[in-house]
Structures are given as structure tokens and as C-alpha cells.
Nanobody, 124 residues
Framework: QLQLVESGGGLAQVGGSLRLSCVASGRAYNPYAMSWFRQGPGKEREFVAGISWSGDSASYEDSVKGRFSISRDNAKTTVELQMNSLKFEDTAVYYC?????????????????WGQGTQVTVSS
């Protein structure tokens, strides 16, 4: 089983930056793609960004495109989300997720492994 642990969340001002990190440990069948989801109070988890197993392709939800950047290390054990030009609407709990397969999928039901979440709060 694969364990995912997020860190880096906190309080930021509108227009500021945060960097989230997700560290994978344990065992899982390769390959697996990884993504970030977020969930506000009373809302469904929604796709934010994802990166393929190879790291050659990345996908972004329209509202974060050009502001957020996802990356992974060469060992494929750490995924980061650089969040720039933060908006109030970015406030949510952010979850790291992994799915078996090489490609990114946008539906949360396609993901098997989930982190505990890290809170991101953007203030005016």
C-alpha cells in the first residue's frame, strides 16, 4: 500500500505564494500518476493539477492554469505544487492523490491512494 503525506499548507495573502509537497512511501505497483485535488466546505473534491508517471505531461484546471505548477522528483517519490498569485477562491483543503497508470485522470473516483490533506487559507 502507498502512503501519501502532504505538507506546506498554511495562511497566505491574496497575491502571495505557497508550495505544497507530497511524499510517497510504502509499496505500490508501478507506474502511477499523481494529482492534487482540493475541497472547500460542503463541496466535492475537485481536480487541481496532475502529472504523469514519466513527468512529461501535466494537466491543470482552468482556474489555476498559469498560476500553479506541478512537478515531481526523478525518484518519483515526491510531488510538489507551486501556487502563485493566490486568490481567495483557492482556499480549501488540498489533497495529494495517486492512481495506478501512466496518465492523469480528472475524476477523483479514478484515484486509489489519498493523503490526509493540508489546509490552504488565502486572506484578503
Amino acid at each position: 500500500q502507498l502512503q501519501l503525506v502532504e505538507s506546506g499548507g498554511g495562511l497566505a495573502q491574496v497575491g502571495g505564494s505557497l508550495r505544497l509537497s507530497c511524499v510517497a512511501s510504502g509499496r505500490a505497483y508501478n507506474p502511477y500518476a499523481m494529482s492534487w485535488f482540493r475541497q472547500g466546505p460542503g463541496k466535492e473534491r475537485e481536480f487541481v493539477a496532475g502529472i504523469s508517471w514519466s513527468g512529461d505531461s501535466a494537466s491543470y484546471e482552468d482556474s489555476v492554469k498559469g498560476r500553479f505548477s506541478i512537478s515531481r522528483d526523478n525518484a518519483k517519490t515526491t510531488v510538489e505544487l507551486q501556487m502563485n498569485s493566490l486568490k481567495f477562491e483557492d482556499t480549501a483543503v488540498y489533497y495529494c492523490a495517486a492512481r495506478l497508470g501512466r496518465t492523469v485522470q480528472w475524476n477523483k473516483d479514478d484515484y486509489t491512494y489519498w493523503g490526509q490533506g493540508t489546509q490552504v487559507t488565502v486572506s484578503s
